[in-house]
């Protein structure tokens, strides 16, 4: 039997602390191929580099890494280095986690969404940024991602999975999630650099969740791995029924 192809993606670059335990399970299912950046690419969102040269460089045999965004590994993995060839991509497992609002910042989730742009099916995978073992994580995306490849996932849909810090070796069953509501920090700091010369941090308090029933942040909360189906039509129907009977 043809062993299915898997890209791996990630927004923590080469060095990040997920990617290796996820491509030892990857490998476990199909035949990898691994883009990443070249440096850590955090809260990139969906970003694609257009105004300047993508550079590849090999590390190792199937692994390479581009001087580009997270969506710019899927995308340039996909479509060049295996040729619109792929039967997966999985991103991740991202240093911290990816819910409610997050998925709007986070390059770990846009390299899943660009996937799915692709027609490609997806997974992004984050961790509680507390734990240091990414065994347990990497062990749980290689059952999801064979339930994935066997099932399939519906046009246009990619999965976005959340780890707590586990109890014991492994997970239990996981949650089906919608977003859930996190709270961010609206202060901007102001400093001066040697020369006196202003600067800022965008980045405030660490971000908090609100613990509503039936979201990724509840399941988290309570030590459960959530699973949660994002879309790429953000449209809202209700609204936009609505706005057949303004004066446009």
Same mark, same amino acid.
């Given at each position: 039997?043809?062993?299915?192809?898997?890209?791996?993606?990630?927004?923590?670059?080469?060095?990040?602390?997920?990617l290796?335990?996820?491509?030892?399970?990857?490998r476990?299912?199909?035949?990898?191929?691994?883009?990443?950046?070249?440096?850590?690419?955090?809260?990139?969102?969906?970003?694609?580099?257009?105004?300047?040269?993508?550079?590849?460089?090999?590390?190792?045999?199937?692994?390479?890494?581009?001087?580009?965004?997270?969506?710019?590994?899927?995308?340039?993995?996909?479509?060049?280095?295996?040729?619109?060839?792929?039967?997966?991509?999985?991103?991740?497992?991202?240093r911290?986690?990816?819910?409610?609002?997050?998925?709007?910042?986070?390059?770990?989730?846009?390299?899943?969404m660009?996937?799915?742009?692709?027609?490609?099916?997806?997974?992004?995978?984050?961790?509680?940024?507390?734990?240091?073992?990414?065994?347990?994580?990497?062990?749980?995306?290689?059952?999801?991602?064979?339930?994935?490849?066997?099932?399939?996932?519906?046009?246009?849909?990619?999965?976005?999975?959340?780890?707590?810090?586990p109890?014991?070796?492994?997970?239990?069953?996981?949650?089906?999630?919608?977003?859930?509501?996190?709270?961010?920090?609206?202060?901007i700091?102001?400093?001066?650099?040697?020369?006196?010369?202003?600067?800022?941090? !965008?980045?405030?308090?660490?971000?908090?969740?609100?613990?509503?029933?039936?979201?990724?942040?509840?399941?988290?909360?309570?030590?459960?791995?959530?699973?949660?189906?994002?879309?790429?039509?953000?449209?809202?129907?209700p609204? !936009?029924?609505?706005?057949?009977?303004?004066?446009?």
């Open positions: 039997m043809k062993r299915p192809r898997i890209l791996v993606c990630n927004d923590d670059g080469i060095d990040g602390p997920g290796r335990p996820l491509v030892a399970a990857m476990r299912v199909g035949r990898v191929t691994v883009s990443v950046p070249e440096h850590e690419r955090s809260a990139d969102s969906h970003s694609l580099t257009l105004h300047k040269p993508i550079r590849i460089r090999p590390v190792s045999e199937g692994v390479y890494t581009l001087n580009g965004s997270p969506a710019d590994c899927a995308r340039f993995g996909i479509l060049e280095l295996l040729k619109g060839k792929v039967d997966l991509v999985v991103s991740g497992v991202n911290g986690y990816n819910l409610g609002e997050d998925v709007i910042y986070s390059g770990t989730v846009a390299a899943a660009e996937a799915t742009l692709l027609r490609v099916r997806a997974i992004a995978f984050s961790q509680d940024p507390g734990c240091a073992d990414y065994r347990p994580a990497a062990a749980y995306a290689q059952r999801l991602a064979r339930l994935v490849l066997r099932r399939g996932l519906p046009s246009g849909v990619c999965l976005n999975v959340n780890f707590p810090v109890a014991a070796k492994s997970f239990g069953p996981a949650v089906p999630a919608r977003l859930g509501r996190r709270i961010y920090g609206t202060t700091t102001r400093r001066a650099d040697p020369r006196g010369m202003d600067y800022f941090w !965008l980045a405030g308090r660490e971000v908090t969740g609100v613990d509503e029933p039936g979201t990724d942040v509840a399941a988290v909360s309570r030590g459960r791995v959530s699973v949660t189906p994002l879309k790429v039509d953000n449209t809202d129907q609204t !936009l029924q609505s706005l057949h009977a303004w004066p446009l």
